[in-house]
Nanobody, 115 residues
Framework: QVQFVESGGGLVHPGGSLRLSCVTS????????IAWYRQAPGRARELVAN???????IYDESVEGRFTISRIDSANTLYLQMDNLKPEDTAVYYC?????????WGQGTQVTVST
């Protein structure tokens, strides 16, 4: 079945960096849009960045210029490089296929930005 396993989160000071990874299985990774989402306490899950097959990327304006999404198709893996982190980036981060709403969500990885 389709699976997403996220890792790389942690506690970081404002201005710091983290790199998230998402290892996927159960589908042909290279032909799908794959995206990073996040959910902060008390808020709805939101799309942060999307990777299109062939190299295209789309970012939410709140992370544009600070986050970089990338993928290695041969490893079925998605990454999110997060730089200049802000307290408002604190959330659980997930990866998922935007076009496949029936996919189960992974456990996510917690990112906390705090002094």
């Amino acid at each position: 079945q389709v699976q997403f396993v996220e890792s790389g989160g942690g506690l970081v000071h404002p201005g710091g960096s983290l790199r998230l990874s998402c290892v996927t299985s159960g589908f042909l990774f290279k032909v799908y849009n794959i995206a990073w989402y996040r959910q902060a306490p008390g808020r709805a899950r939101e799309l942060v960045a999307n990777s299109v097959p062939g190299g295209g990327t789309i970012y939410d304006e709140s992370v544009e210029g600070r986050f970089t999404i990338s993928r290695i198709d041969s490893a079925n893996t998605l990454y999110l490089q997060m730089d200049n982190l802000k307290p408002e980036d604190t959330a659980v981060y997930y990866c998922h296929r935007p076009t496949e709403s029936k996919d189960a969500w992974g456990q996510g990885t917690q990112v906390t930005v705090s002094t």
